[in-house]
């Protein structure tokens, strides 16, 4: 069973609950999708058994002892990556967006392009069973295809390890990162907040997942500091005919157990958030069952 956790929005507590899912059995694997920012690797400390270099498009380079300062790739870079300083051209390699113009139109050709390699796949064990998780260096693109490359290796874990289940801590939004992590899941998991853009967010994202014909629930995340909200999600929900896995209340403890390098079900496993965590996965497994 693969369970993707996504919210449509930052700081909902996806990666709470995610790291709640992957202590709640002894035997799983756990694949870390937001590779924009990737962080249950800061609770869980896993081994690395395996990295893999991930190439992330292509970068401008000049080489200087062939460039004539003539300007031409400056006046032409639409990306605004390429700028005169100290009399010389450099280039931005955050900005440069590997287009390739600036090496085509090099009177010179002093300009060559050279791959991204420094976003990182890795792989091992932690406590719970086997992780995985990408790092997508700064300014590098093609995310997507890194998640991908994340879930088929977590697929192979499993099948290598005879694990049955697979969480997916997903990125947010509901961009190309997201769709690469949802795509042929068994449920999506939608982590909202009580607020009027967890809502706005949660609709969208919502959206997305119809289009995907997944089986779809959706958790409210501290839905005690504005139950008016909650309810207004919770009627949205209705309306969709989308299942609510459960309501969490809002508890300091969990900071507690993520600054501790625990998920809450570690720290405060018989605080009112753990157990409800607890029924709603067994709810979900139940559902798949």
């Known amino acids: 069973m693969e369970i993707a956790i996504i919210s449509g929005k930052g700081g909902t507590g996806k990666s709470s609950i995610s790291a709640a899912f992957a202590t709640l059995t002894s035997n799983i694997v756990l694949a870390d999708c937001d590779v924009d920012a990737a962080n249950l690797y800061l609770i869980f400390n896993p081994t690395h058994s395996e990295e893999q270099v991930y190439i992330a498009g292509q970068k401008a380079v000049v080489d200087y002892s062939v460039c004539s300062n003539c ?17 010389k051209v450099e280039i931005d390699e955050i900005s440069c967006d590997g287009c390739q113009l600036c090496s085509h139109i090099c009177p010179e050709s002093a300009i060559t392009m050279v791959n991204n390699d420094r976003s990182r796949m890795y792989s091992g064990t932690f406590r719970n069973g086997q992780m995985v998780y990408g790092r997508l260096a700064p300014g590098e693109e093609n995310s997507g295809k890194l998640v991908n490359m994340v879930r088929e290796k977590a697929k192979i874990l499993a099948k290598e390890n005879s694990i049955k289940n697979i969480i997916i801590d997903g990125p947010p939004g509901i961009g190309c990162a997201v769709i690469s992590s949802i795509t042929g899941v068994n449920h999506v998991v939608i982590v909202t907040e009580p607020t009027i853009s967890g809502l706005h967010d949660l609709k969208r994202t919502l959206e997305v997942v119809s289009k995907f014909n997944l089986k779809a629930w959706v958790i409210i995340n501290k839905y005690d500091l504005n139950t008016e909200m909650t309810s207004q999600i919770e009627l949205h929900c209705s309306e969709l005919g989308v299942s609510l896995a459960g309501k969490l209340p809002f508890d300091s ?8 390098c625990k998920s809450i079900i570690e720290w405060s496993p018989n605080s009112i958030v753990a157990k409800e965590i607890e029924n709603i996965f067994r709810r979900i497994q139940i559902e798949f069952s």
């Open 71 to 87: 300007g031409l790739c400056a006046n032409y870079c639409r990306f605004n990556a390429i700028h005169f300083k100290s009399e």
């Open 253 to 260: 403890a969990v900071v507690d157990a993520m600054v501790n």
